[in-house]
C-alpha cells in the first residue's frame, strides 16, 4: 500500500490525479522497472534523503557501478546540482583515504544542504515522469 493510500484510509485525504501515478512510479523503481536516467535519478534522491551524498556514494559503488550512475545523473541534473554532485564526490574521495578529514566532512554537509535546498527541481523532473506513466 502506498502512502496517500494510506493517508486516504487513516484521513480521508482527497488524492490528486498526480499521486497514483506518483505512487506507481515508486513502485515500478522499486521493482526495477523503471528506465534510465529516471532510476538513477530516484535512486540519488532516495539516498540523499535517508543518509547524504556519503551514503548515496558508498551504497551505489556497493551495489552498482558509481560512475556510470554519476554519469547518468550528470546528463539529467541541473548545472548547479550537477556541480555540487561533483563538489560531493571529490570530498567523497578525500573521506575515503582519510576518514577524520573534517573539511572534507563538512563541504559532504554542505552539498548535502544545496541539494535539499533545490530538491524541488528533481521533484519536478520526477513528476513530469510520472505524469507519463
Known sequence: MGLFDWLKRIKKVELTEEDPKWNKMWALWAENRIGSPYAELMTYQSEINNGGHSQYFCNTEN??????????????LSSHLRSNLQKAYKAYLVLETND?????????????DVFYEHEEEIISILKKYAAGL
Do not use: F, P, V
Not at 63 to 76: A, V, Y
Open 100 to 112: 577524520e578529514d573534517a573539511g572534507a566532512e563538512a563541504i559532504l554537509e554542505q552539498c548535502d
Open 63 to 76: 551495489t552498482g557501478d558509481l560512475q556510470k550512475e554519476m554519469s547518468t545523473l550528470e546528463r539529467i
